[in-house]
């Protein structure tokens, strides 16, 4: 399984900014779903963006469209959350996914059952103060 490694976390002011960086341990092929996914305090595991490595096509949780962006250094094999315009609600812990993508779709979906197959590691403590 690909072993992945979240870091960037930190603590900030609402109305602030942080770049998750998260290093998977191989190169992946096209087919394969990359993703972020946040746990907060009391709250499940949600998904928040997503690429999918064969057309680069994004998709992003309603909850933070227009704030966050997803993106992927191919030389360096590094996929990245640039998160702007940070509020309270973002708190939470921050998971990198990878898993082979399934179903017909373009683009990979955050609540296709499919992610629940990444390894997932320990991810980054995002806090948001007020």
């Known amino acids: 399984q690909v072993q992945l490694v979240e870091s960037g976390g930190g603590s900030v002011q609402a109305g602030g900014s942080l770049r998750l960086s998260c290093a998977p341990s191989r190169y992946l092929p096209s087919d394969y779903c990359l993703g972020w996914f946040r746990q907060g305090p009391g709250k499940e595991r949600e998904g928040v963006a997503s690429?999918?490595?064969?057309?680069?096509?994004?998709a992003y949780a309603d909850s933070v469209k227009g704030r966050f962006a997803i993106s992927r250094d191919n030389a360096k094999n590094t996929l990245y959350l640039q998160m702007n315009s940070l509020n309270p609600e973002d708190t939470g812990i921050y998971y990198c996914?990878?898993?082979?993508?399934?179903?017909?779709?373009?683009?990979?979906?955050?609540?296709?059952?499919?992610?629940?197959?990444?390894?997932w590691g320990q991810g980054t403590q995002v806090t948001v103060s007020s």
């Open positions: 996914a990878a898993v082979r993508k399934i179903g017909p779709s373009t683009l990979c979906i955050l609540d296709s059952p499919m992610w629940s197959s990444t390894n």
């Open positions: 690429f999918y490595l064969s057309n680069r096509r994004t």
